[in-house]
């Protein structure tokens, strides 16, 4: 297994170029399976899970080609041999969940192993399922399985209970080739989301209103083939922005959309952190400790879940004491374990953890227990006394595309070992 090894202290300076958003590729792999027609997708970020899910297309007839050194993506699904993607592959990764949306509804019929939960909580898909339902698809469990078939999905008005990203994705590309018209309300209004609505109207879906609480789908008969350019990585952007906060440095984060990371951007300037805002780029400059700032997590346009562990690395050095609550998933402190490792002092109280800053951090050996947690142990390790050595990195590979290259650039000694 893989580890990184940091030695912190260095002030990080220079450029870092964003590459596009792991969210919203893999639904978008997802969605090409609903037309039989060539998807070329650009701007590919080649991550363990852009990997998995093209295996799980290539596992059930889909042709693809990866093509590294352009980061473009060919998808061709005309010879769909099966609609029920291998256990093995599927329980990888959670996201594998959202080709279920597509091939009920080209093909009326999905079989898949249900997701379970994961270190970030227990995850259930019952919004996917009660979507499904509504929609007119039957709908059975058993087995660990998951089957889903319809004579033809009908157009209906779901409600969310809550704003789930993954239920909004996979409702909305069942809808595309349904009958008639769906509204789902209080939909999820992430960026990931618009740009899967973007992806599915150049096939020739019919959609409004990504991007609010409320999207309207009126079905199509079939979609046809298209090109396009993922958006970037509004968490990998944030990630640098705390990298070049930590260690008080000067970072240009570029290839970003302001828009996206407005949340993080309020929150660091209300730390005390310059962040001079251009046209896609983000100059973030940092000359002292942060000041402590709260922060509670909320579905968009509030403050991301996904930045939560990452802040905490932040505020775990800040001047003062932070309260960060997390709303949108019930176990995401795992961090907070490896944090007090490194001699931060948090407390987790319920839904809350109350995080007393502290003058430095100290190495140590310390494991990544999922994405985030692991991004937000290699900020710490960049600000920490000593040496930092991280293991179960392979969570990061999911994520970040190129960490330990891209911080070395802008001056960190960090490396990655095999082992
Ligand atoms: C691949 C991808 O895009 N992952 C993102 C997506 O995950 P994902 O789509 O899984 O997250 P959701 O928005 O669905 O989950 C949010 C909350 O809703 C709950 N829920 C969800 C579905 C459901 O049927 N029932 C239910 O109760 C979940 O347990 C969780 O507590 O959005 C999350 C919230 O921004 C991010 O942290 C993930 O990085
Ligand atoms: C939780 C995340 O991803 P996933 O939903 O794929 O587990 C994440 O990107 O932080």
Do not use: W
Not at 167 to 182: F, H, K, P, R
Not at 220 to 243: C, F, N, S
Not at 269 to 275: H, L, P
């Amino acid at each position: 297994m893989d580890r990184i090894l940091i030695s912190g202290g260095n002030r990080l300076t220079g450029k870092v170029k964003i590459s596009a958003a792991k969210n919203s590729v893999l639904p978008i792999i997802a969605a090409s399976l609903l037309c039989p027609f060539e998807c070329k997708l650009e701007g590919i970020p080649f991550l363990d899970d852009v990997f998995v899910i093209c295996d799980v297309l290539r596992s059930i007839g889909s042709e693809i080609s990866l093509n590294k050194k352009s980061n473009k993506i060919i998808i061709k699904s005309d010879n769909i041999s099966t609609i029920e993607p291998p256990y093995e592959l599927v329980r990888k990764m959670r996201a594998s969940f959202l080709v279920i949306g597509p091939l009920l509804s080209r093909f009326g019929r999905c079989r898949i192993s249900l997701p379970g939960g994961c270190n970030i909580g227990t995850r259930p898909i019952d919004l996917h399922l009660k979507g499904f339902s509504a929609l007119g698809a039957e709908v059975r469990l058993g087995h660990g399985y998951v089957e889903a078939s319809c004579k033809k999905l009908k157009g209906a008005k779901i409600y969310l209970d809550f704003p789930s990203v993954g239920a909004t994705e996979n409702i909305m590309m069942a809808a595309t080739l349904s009958q008639g018209e769906t509204i789902i309300e209080n939909a999820a209004e992430e960026p990931e989301v618009v740009d899967l609505s973007n992806f599915l109207n150049s096939m020739g879906a019919n959609i409004i209103g990504a991007g609010t609480d409320t999207i309207r789908i009126e079905g199509v008969k079939e979609l046809k083939g298209t090109v396009h350019q993922v958006i970037p990585d509004r968490i990998e952007a944030g990630t640098y922005m705390v990298a070049a906060a930590i260690t008080q440095g000067n970072v240009v984060v570029e290839n970003i959309i302001l828009e996206h990371i407005r949340p993080v951007i309020a929150k660091l300037q209300e730390a005390g952190i310059t962040v001079i805002e251009e046209q896609n780029r983000v100059k973030v400059i940092a000359e002292d400790f942060p000041k402590s700032v709260d922060i509670k997590t909320l579905p968009y346009p509030g403050f991301p879940t996904d930045m939560q562990a990452q802040f905490m690395a932040l505020m775990s050095i800040a001047k003062g004491t932070s309260i960060i609550t997390e709303t949108v998933f019930e176990n995401r402190f795992m961090h907070v374990t490896e944090l007090k490792r490194m001699g931060a002092n948090i407390k987790i109280d319920g839904r809350s953890a109350v995080v007393e800053g502290v003058p430095r951090l100290t190495g140590a050996q310390v494991k990544a227990t999922d994405l985030r947690a692991g991004a937000a142990l290699v900020l710490a390790g960049l600000v920490a006394d000593g040496k930092t050595e991280i293991s179960d990195i392979h969570h990061l590979d999911r994520g970040y595309v190129n960490i330990v290259e891209k911080l070395q650039s802008l001056g960190a000694d960090i490396q990655r070992v095999e082992s």
